[in-house]
């Protein structure tokens, strides 16, 4: 009888990190997110909570993991696709969601509550704070991943239940004005959901870096309390640099960690008793 390779016991594998066939990570936006899932399949996950509302377009292959064939479908679904062409079989414990968090906010908080880790690849502010507040309210444990203008590089944050959250960091990064009008909105779908201005992916090969390390992140975060053998990452923001951040980080190929607090301003902050 033949074993399936992404549930059972690989020594290899296991050498590195024990099985991850019981986690579920819900994933928010399956652009570059998708070379994520992919990660995470090969590591041995099969349970997928996958949510984005657009297609797959011809001008996305020169940066998506879904091929031609998937032209036209959306891209939930073409990477659910993709990942049982990888595994070789169905999985049914994989659902793809093709709509947007706040056309589904019923099943995306759901799929928060019921996820180990949720990892939000969207490029809309309005997007990524409401996966925010989701993730506090329910202590799930996240990583936002995106990249700058045109793949010069990226940043990748980590949150952990009770710790600094994407909130805080976008009020460190002096990006509270767009916040204080999310928060003041009843229906969060209402708030400006424009593109972030900052995104603008470059090629694939740019942006598999960013995928890469938020993959590994998300492992850490997964593997968190548990015995293996992967160093952690350590640091909850990191900056990447592919070609050069002007006035931030000039060499290609380099990277600054940061360990963000909370920051005062920031309901998380605020509501520790």
Avoid at 111 to 130: I, K
Avoid at 149 to 157: A, D, L, Q, R, S
Wanted: net charge neutral; proline share 5%; glycine share 8%.
């Amino acid at each position: 009888m033949k074993t399936d390779p992404y549930t059972s016991s690989n020594p290899r594998r296991d050498a590195i990190h024990p099985p991850l066939s019981d986690k579920t990570v819900a994933i928010v936006g399956l652009g570059g997110a998708a070379d994520i899932a992919l990660d995470l399949l090969k590591s041995g996950m099969t349970r997928f909570r996958l949510f984005d509302p657009d297609a797959l377009e011809s001008g996305n292959l020169v940066r998506h993991a879904c091929g031609s064939r998937y032209v036209g479908k959306n891209k939930a679904i073409a990477t659910k696709l993709l990942l049982e062409e990888y595994a070789g079989r169905k999985l049914p414990d994989a659902v793809a969601v093709p709509k947007s968090v706040f056309d589904a906010e019923a099943d995306f908080a759901a799929s928060v509550r019921m996820s180990d880790l949720v990892v939000v690849g969207t490029d809309t502010d309005s997007s990524r704070a409401y996966a925010n507040d989701l993730v506090v309210e329910f202590g799930k444990k996240a990583v936002f991943v995106s990249m700058f203008e045109n793949g010069c590089g990226g940043e990748i944050f980590a949150y952990r239940p009770g710790n600094c959250c994407y909130g805080c960091l976008m009020r460190h990064q002096e990006r509270s004005e767009f916040l204080i009008r999310f928060e003041a909105r009843g229906a969060k779908s209402d708030c400006s959901s424009s593109r972030d201005v900052r995104g603008m992916p470059g090629l694939g090969t740019d942006q598999r870096f960013l995928s890469a390390i938020a993959s590994r992140i998300s492992l850490d975060l997964l593997l968190e309390g548990s015995r293996h053998s992967l160093p952690p990452i350590g640091a909850n923001w990191v900056v990447f640099s592919v070609s050069g951040i002007s006035e931030i980080l000039e060499h290609p190929l380099s990277s600054l960690r940061f360990e963000i607090s909370k920051h005062p301003d920031c309901p998380c902050a605020k509501n520790v008793s």
